[in-house]
């Protein structure tokens, strides 16, 4: 399915149009209908005579409602620009066009309305001259221009027929299982809830489906789906929609959050952009400018970091980083329109290519702006490995999520970019999957490389500070690279099966670290062990081990696991551990005893006792009921 949307300045008989096209009044209010002016977004639909139906938007034309004009404008296949034969192309129109142009609007028709107003062909002859002129640099350059009456109804069988003709090359919504409802207007039904409209995108929802609001993670399920005041089972990519949503309030609910499922969607606050400044702005776009953001039917303040200049003048494009006020969830690809708040004034506009960058760029840096180009217009591969250098390490099924790109040029692009080395999978097996849930996690070689290289180095920092541990401690290297905890985990496990690293229970050290012992150490250490070998059920405890080999030596006694620390500072041989829990496995399972019991068996003093007690305690070989134990 397809949606056209109008544009064009006040007056100029844009929902008078609609209405006489489709037989349906788009001014739903009564404020809109009292002062004969759209003042929100109106709707309708028609046949068009190949059969084939279409949704229509109805956008205000008057500067003071731009917003909603914009909030309705950014989902559309087609755009009708309406000019009035008698006051010909006014500011709006030129604004209007300039928004139609910074959203890449693909198609569009100007329908010449108050045609039956016109006596003098030469009149109407040097409107549509100066039409051409104003469309010559737009998207619409070579748009169709059909004059109309919306009294008479002159021109407008040609004007569905033109609109019918330009659709046949439209196209279609991709479904990429990933549906997104950039909601332009909520409502409550009377028994059944709150509804809310938009045209859906990037996939398809069903009665009953799971969805979530974003931003906000507010969860509902679908009760009901209508297109065009019908109900469907089905909702597909395209379509105008209402969605009758469980579980939520219309308080709930506003414009420009969008409905989408479940865990696909993250809200944003910073997004990398190609900015264009529109041809005829008497305004250049400065770097650090705070300006009005709209995307989707989403509007919010910002502001604007120039990454490659500290200007645009009319009509120049560049690289920028917009801050974002309050969160909005948007996509890769998704157009954008920035204003001036004041004076109200439309100011360019353009492309998103990365809307979860991980950092604030540095101005005027080659290699981020490099790598924006290669998101913006490199080949699949080039752009999928731009995103993981972007990004860092990616589950799969959020590349395939994220990328913007069809599923078959992500699995294409990723295989070329796995059989060259550039890119490497950390899962079980190099696997590449569309499924959404898939963990195994995706990263260029170049940020393999350089993790690794920062790893190595802190290892070997560690290894030289303290030359006696067996290692680093897996959190504190996590930690310290700044990794998530699956990504840390799967890249040990690389690392140890390339032989860099060697992970061992809670600690990792670079393969082959060994703990060399001075002459002085073996002696001291072997005096130690002859006294723990003597009395093994009444050692030395901890201090008396530091106080006798020195605090670097004990650490190194437990790390090697030579000895066993317990609670109380006691201190045993693992030798002497596993006989004394021999000796009590043999009295059998279920069999209890008191810490005397256990005192006289070994008989070692109590302090002794009660921590060994507590170890088995932690080790589930007993369990404690009252004063005794209870082996299990």
Known sequence: MFVVGTAGHVDHGKSSLVRALTGINPDRLREEQQREMTIDLGFAWVTLPSGREISVVDVPGHEDFIRNMLAGVGGIDLAVLVVAADESVMPQTREHLAILDLLKVPLGVVALTKADLIEDPDWLDLV?????????????????????????????????SSIDTLLDSAQGRADLDMPRLPIDRVFSVAGFGTVVTGTLSGGGFRVGDAVEIVPGGLTARIRGLQA????????????????????????????GQVVAKPGVFRATSLVDARL????????????GMEVEFFSGSASVLGRVRLLDCDELSAGHSGWAQIVLREPVALAR???????????SMTLGGGGLVEVHPVRRHRRLDQDVLSRLEALDTGDPAARLLALLEERGALAVGALFRECGMEPDDVRKALGDLLDRGAALVLGDAPVVSTDPAATDLVLSRLHWDRTMERAESLLRAFHKAQPLRPGMPREELRSRLGLTAEFASRLLARAHQEGIMAPAGDVVALAGHRAVLSDGDERAIADLMDQFRAQPYTPPGWSDVVAEVGERLAQYLVDRGDLVRLSGGVTFTPDAMDQMIGQLKEMGAGRSFSVAEVRDLFGASRKYVVAFLEEMDRRRITHRVGDERVLR
């Open 128 to 160: 549509v001259e100066e039409l051409r002129e104003t469309l010559a640099h737009s998207a619409l350059a070579d748009a169709p221009i059909v004059p109309v009456s919306s009294v008479t109804g002159q021109g407008l069988p040609e004007l569905l």
């Open 228 to 255: 065009h005041k019908a109900k469907v089972e089905e909702a597909i990519p395209g379509m105008r929609v209402a969605v009758n949503l469980t579980g939520l309030d219309v308080s709930d609910i506003s414009r």
């Open 276 to 287: 264009r400044s529109v041809l005829e702005s008497p305004i250049a776009i400065q770097h």
């Open 333 to 343: 690809g998704d157009r954008f329109v920035i204003r001036l708040p004041s004076p």
